[in-house]
């Protein structure tokens, strides 16, 4: 098993759209973050969470830390949110999850 | 000082040849990390230093791999005797306490 799992794997809805993207972790944490990683391959950081629940602009990330789970939702998608997004427990280093695939159509 | 900076971009590379790859961090950042991605895959780490000691390595990290942080900036990687297995984005991240900043990577394609 590894040590953070995310689903879906993959993800496809409509522009307009409220998405959820599900993170579980088994290791001891420091913080907990949510990744973006468009097809170049760069990738932007968009939280790091370490208790409750984050917003920024459309996006929202919220951890449970008794539950070890943790979920990044999208409100409003639109196609340019299409990306992979990935979780990744942070403690000395980073653990990351496989990543979701997420596609927004039109 | 805008980011962490990856040199090269790309790297196409004959099989058995040597590679160093060379990682930026932002200057403030005492920690820098070297992860590993293939294609589908979320990336896996490799090693990391704090200032120029490397502190962890990976069991992902052969022998034909090597790491150094001299002076506690910028950092190389250099994979001896390249194999197609090695073919990966090489992402490298810095961070100071708790905040993280990645590169845009180094692709290898070893042919």
């Known amino acids: 098993k590894n040590e953070v799992e995310q689903s879906p794997q993959n993800l496809t809805a409509q522009e307009g759209e409220f998405i959820t993207i599900n993170c579980s972790y088994s290791?001891?944490?420091?913080?907990l973050h949510w990744l973006q990683q468009h097809p170049g391959g760069g990738i932007v950081s968009l939280f790091m969470?370490?208790?409750g629940k984050k917003k920024h602009g459309r996006l929202i990330a919220t951890i449970n830390i008794q539950e070890k789970h943790s979920s990044l939702h999208i409100t409003a998608s639109h196609p340019r949110d299409s990306a992979v997004y990935i979780c990744?427990?942070?403690?000395?280093?980073?653990?990351f999850g496989a990543g979701t695939r997420l596609t927004v159509k039109p | 000082d805008t980011g962490v900076s990856q040199n090269p971009r790309h790297k196409i590379t004959k099989r058995g040849q040597n590679v160093t790859f060379r990682c930026d961090p932002i200057?403030?950042?005492?920690?820098l990390y070297w992860y590993r991605q293939t294609l589908g895959q979320g990336p896996e780490f490799l090693t990391y230093?704090?200032?120029?000691?490397?502190?962890?390595k990976s069991r992902l990290l052969s022998d034909r791999f090597s790491a150094e942080r001299p002076k506690g900036s910028f950092s190389t990687l250099e994979i001896q005797r390249t194999e197609q297995g090695d073919s990966a984005m090489y992402l490298c991240?810095?961070?100071?306490?708790?905040?993280?900043?990645f590169g845009s990577g180094t692709r290898l394609t070893v042919v």
């Open positions: 991240a810095s961070s100071r306490n708790r905040g993280y900043t």
């Open positions: 290791v001891g944490i420091s913080a």
């Open positions: 969470l370490s208790s």
């Open positions: 990744a427990a942070h403690n000395n280093d980073m653990r």
């Open positions: 200057s403030e950042h005492n920690r």
């Open positions: 230093f704090q200032n120029e000691a490397q502190l962890e």
